[in-house]
Nanobody, 126 residues
Framework: QAQLLESGGGVVQAGDSLRLSCTASGRTFSDQPTYDMAWFRQVPGKEREFVATITWTGSFEVYADTVKGRFTISRENGQSTAYLQMDNLTSEDTAVYYC????????????????WGQGTQVTVSS
């Protein structure tokens, strides 16, 4: 089985920072360790949108324009935990944040990710 577990969400004020974590576990990931990890987010009534993705080596990253320069995705080489450091948060960042994993090489398309976490709520008050 494969599982993604997110943590780190919460309620913060505009301008604050928050760090999300996502840990992958299960034989699927251990048997095929070259998976990318990504973060998406979703606001009620809207489609889920891409935030950032990183390769299994942690060497390459892609960001959505809306978070570029404020968010940083990181991952140690070959490790099963990815982080999303979110700085200078605004109310527009309020959403449920989902971790995803797949073998698709830095895709921004949610359909390319086979495994998803349950999501963690981030609320930014202005």
């Amino acid at each position: 089985q494969a599982q993604l577990l997110e943590s780190g969400g919460g309620v913060v004020q505009a301008g604050d920072s928050l760090r999300l974590s996502c840990t992958a576990s299960g034989r699927t990931f251990s048997d095929q360790p070259t998976y990318d990890m990504a973060w998406f987010r979703q606001v009620p009534g809207k489609e889920r949108e891409f935030v950032a993705t990183i390769t299994w080596t942690g060497s390459f990253e892609v960001y959505a324009d809306t978070v570029k320069g404020r968010f940083t995705i990181s991952r140690e080489n070959g490790q099963s935990t990815a982080y999303l450091q979110m700085d200078n948060l605004t109310s527009e960042d309020t959403a449920v944040y989902y971790c995803a994993a797949g073998w698709n090489r830095l895709s921004m398309n949610e359909n390319q990710y086979a495994y998803w976490g349950q999501g963690t709520q981030v609320t930014v008050s202005s």
